[in-house]
T-cell receptor, first 116, second 111 residues
């Protein structure tokens, strides 16, 4: 079955370290998204991509970067981790195929990141 | 500036009764609305959606109502079951595929 996976599921790191969170989908979706979930804020968009070599900034992109070298993967990098980046991170994918005007986003299980 | 608002952080309903979760939005460009359900330690899962050309969409026990003039939508769950206990997120999108989420409502269905 097609799916979307994230790794690691849990990560503890220190302030200032570079961290990369992986996201892999087998839906063959063009669109991929990274969100963070924090209490009182819901899910906020960090970065997104509409296809290979395409990346865009979301609502809370400072301190994060992404790259899209293939359809299946959109890794999220925290260049220099800060305590404010302690959060739960979700990856999602979607595709406007089959003539659908709008598409549904499908989410991975999340990565819980703690920055000490 | 919160473009999608869920003003009730929590809701408790007895099993068998109706659960009504509310969502308000401010952006007139939103034309597609979704509800996601989230259990602890899992990713959000899609529940039901509605296009702005409709005012109601049903799927089994779940119905979403859209009032465009009031910029308000609601999710009705009838009858509520203990397995429905979760956090429910309202989300909205325009033409750019990006979703804007509300802050969520935690539903507790009691026996």
């Amino acid at each position: 079955d097609a799916e979307i996976t994230q790794s690691p599921r849990h990560k503890i790191t220190e302030t200032g370290r570079q961290v990369t969170l992986a996201c892999h989908q087998t839906w063959n979706h063009n669109n991929m998204f990274w969100y963070r979930q924090d209490l009182g804020h819901g899910l906020r968009l960090i970065h997104y991509s509409y296809g290979v070599q395409d990346t865009n900034k979301g609502e809370v992109s400072d301190g994060y970067s992404v790259s899209r070298s293939n359809t299946e993967d959109l890794p999220l990098t925290l260049e220099s981790a800060a305590s404010s980046q302690t959060s739960v991170y979700f990856c999602a994918s979607s595709d406007r195929s089959g003539g659908n005007i709008q598409e549904t986003q499908y989410f991975g299980p999340g990565t819980r990141l703690l920055v000490l | 500036d919160q473009q999608v608002k869920q003003n009730s952080p929590s809701l408790s309903v007895q099993e068998g009764r109706i659960s009504i979760l509310n969502c308000d939005y401010t952006n007139s460009m939103f034309d597609y609305f979704l509800w996601y359900k989230k259990y602890p330690a899992e990713g959000p899962t899609f529940l039901i959606s509605i296009s702005s050309i409709k005012d109601k969409n049903e799927d089994g026990r779940f119905t979403v109502f859209l009032n465009k003039s009031a910029k308000h939508l609601s999710l009705h769950i009838v009858p509520s079951q203990p397995g429905d206990s979760a956090v429910y997120f309202c989300a909205a999108t325009g033409t750019a595929s990006k979703l804007t989420f509300g802050t969520g409502t935690r539903l507790q269905v009691t026996l």
